[in-house]
């Protein structure tokens, strides 16, 4: 079973930066995206950028502009630049992998790192 890693979260001021990474702890096949979603206390977790497997990139429009992903397809890695954080950026963050198998989407989820932006 893959599992993956994420690291990179902590505490930062508004108007600062964090880099969050994740990897995976194998080979995953037939990857069809990659991406990071956050969740906040109280609400329902949502999708904050995306990759996919042709290098086609997705942000939330909260993000834009501020957030950037990028990949390493051999690694099976995945990161996200956070710049200009703000308060309301804090979150649980989660990398998430969709890849097709046994024809369907299946999906792995990290365990999740916290990012806290204070004001």
């Known amino acids: 079973q893959v599992q993956l890693v994420e690291s990179g979260g902590g505490l930062v001021q508004a108007g600062g930066s964090l880099r969050l990474s994740c990897a995976a702890s194998?080979?995953?096949?037939?990857?069809?995206?990659m991406g990071w979603y956050r969740q906040a206390p109280g609400k329902q977790r949502e999708s904050v950028a995306s990759v996919s497997s042709g290098g086609r990139e997705s942000y939330a429009n909260s993000v834009k502009g501020r957030f950037t992903i990028s990949r390493d397809n051999a690694k099976n890695t995945v990161n996200l630049q956070m710049n200009s954080l703000k308060p309301e950026d804090t979150a649980v963050y989660y990398c998430?992998?969709?890849?097709?198998?046994?024809?369907?989407?299946?999906?792995?989820w990290g365990q999740g790192t916290q990012v806290t932006v204070s004001s």
């Open positions: 194998g080979r995953i096949f037939n990857i069809i995206v």
């Open positions: 998430n992998v969709k890849y097709w198998s046994d024809s369907k989407i299946n999906e792995y």
